[in-house]
């Protein structure tokens, strides 16, 4: 079992930046995939990030097209934090953000999920 409480939303302006945290409960967190998805009002929840740990030494991320470059993920394993870092913040990235965790990418969607963080975004 594993829960999720996410933090960090909230108002900010056209360029601005913010960061998201996931704090993670239950042995499996670590050694499972993180991902953030969002779902803005009326649409449908869209991936936004993953990240896997080899069990070793490496992290490997995923991005959508249109956070790459301005969206990192991280996973801190020791304190069971996930975050978002996000840049050059745009009116459409204005959403609701959930963050996620299942044990491949492939299983996040009948994975575990937070309540979800709300972004807006003011242009």
């Known amino acids: 079992q594993v829960q999720l409480v996410e933090s960090g939303g909230g108002l900010v302006q056209a360029g601005d930046s913010l960061r998201l945290s996931c704090a993670g409960s239950g042995s499996a967190f670590g050694r499972n995939v993180l991902a953030w998805f969002r779902q803005a009002a009326g649409k449908e929840r869209r991936f936004v990030a993953a990240?896997?740990?080899?069990?070793?030494?490496?992290?490997?991320?995923y991005y959508a097209e249109d956070v790459k470059g301005r969206f990192t993920i991280s996973k801190d394993n020791a304190n069971n934090m996930g975050y978002l870092q996000m840049n050059s913040l745009k009116s459409e990235d204005t959403a609701v953000y959930y963050c996620?965790?299942?044990?491949?990418?492939?299983?996040?969607?009948?994975?575990?999920w937070g309540q979800g963080t709300q972004v807006t975004v003011s242009s």
């Open positions: 990240i896997e740990w080899n069990g070793i030494n490496t992290y490997y991320t």
């Open positions: 996620a965790s299942a044990p491949t990418i492939a299983s996040l969607k009948s994975g575990y």
